[in-house]
T-cell receptor, first 113, second 113 residues
Framework: SQTIHQWPATLVQPVGSPLSLECTVE??????LYWYRQAAGRGLQLLFY??????ISSEVPQNLSASRPQDRQFILSSKKLLLSDSGFYLC????????????FGSGTQLSVL | AQSVTQLDSQVPVFEEAPVELRCNYSSSVSVYLFWYVQYPNQGLQLLLK??????LVESINGFEAEFNKSQTSFHLRKPSVHISDTAEYFCAVSETGFQKLVFGTGTRLLVSP
């Protein structure tokens, strides 16, 4: 069966420090991968999505970047965190072009202080 | 590009009352539509979806949504809510042939006795 792993679950980082959140999917090939940020009052905001290795689409210009070094690995990064980067980050995957269902990871609560 | 509007950030209702959560979308092409639910302290999960065919779709726990192309809406309804329906509900849209899934800002349904 397919599973999605996202870590860490919580993270407290000082302003200006780097960030690396990792997400891996098991049990499927060539998934579509997504990074979302969930913030109070702003719902679920799509940050990046990828339909294949090295293919990244950015939805929101910001302080973050994403990479997909392997088929089932998706990394969210920042060189210097801002206070406004605080939030709940969710990784998700789907298969195919119909996108019938998105499967979400358990999320990372990031607090930038 | 597609977008989703959920005008109601919070909907309080009494148990056994009917409820409607509104969702409107914007897209220049045909779309797939979804409702996701996030119960307290749980991850996001798919509630129901419209891909094609009948414009009225149902979930296993009594919710239904109707795709109205002329009004570009996909409102979620339930004739009689339970306390256990308390959750945040997200409407989402995906343009056919594309892997990007865009979510609305969410509606918090609060069911009280």
């Amino acid at each position: 069966s397919q599973t999605i792993h996202q870590w860490p679950a919580t993270l407290v980082q000082p302003v200006g420090s780097p960030l690396s959140l990792e997400c891996t999917v098991e049990g499927t090939s060539n998934p579509n991968l997504y990074w979302y940020r969930q913030a109070a009052g702003r719902g679920l905001q799509l940050l990046f999505y990828s339909v294949g290795i090295g293919q990244i689409s950015s939805e929101v210009p910001q302080n973050l970047s994403a990479s997909r070094p392997q088929d089932r690995q998706f990394i969210l990064s920042s060189k210097k965190l801002l206070l406004s980067d605080s939030g709940f980050y969710l990784c998700a995957w789907s298969v195919g072009t119909v996108n019938e269902k998105l499967f979400f990871g358990s999320g990372t609560q990031l607090s930038v202080l | 590009a597609q977008s989703v509007t959920q005008l109601d950030s919070q909907v309080p209702v009494f148990e056994e009352a009917p409820v409607e959560l509104r969702c409107n979308y914007s897209s220049s092409v045909s779309v797939y539509l979804f409702w996701y639910v996030q119960y307290p302290n749980q991850g996001l999960q798919l509630l129901l979806k419209y891909l094609s065919g009948s414009t009225l779709v149902e979930s296993i726990n009594g919710f239904e949504a109707e795709f109205n192309k002329s009004q570009t809406s996909f409102h979620l309804r339930k004739p009689s809510v339970h306390i256990s329906d308390t959750a945040e509900y997200f409407c989402a849209v995906s343009e056919t042939g594309f892997q990007k899934l865009v979510f609305g800002t969410g509606t918090r349904l609060l069911v009280s006795p």
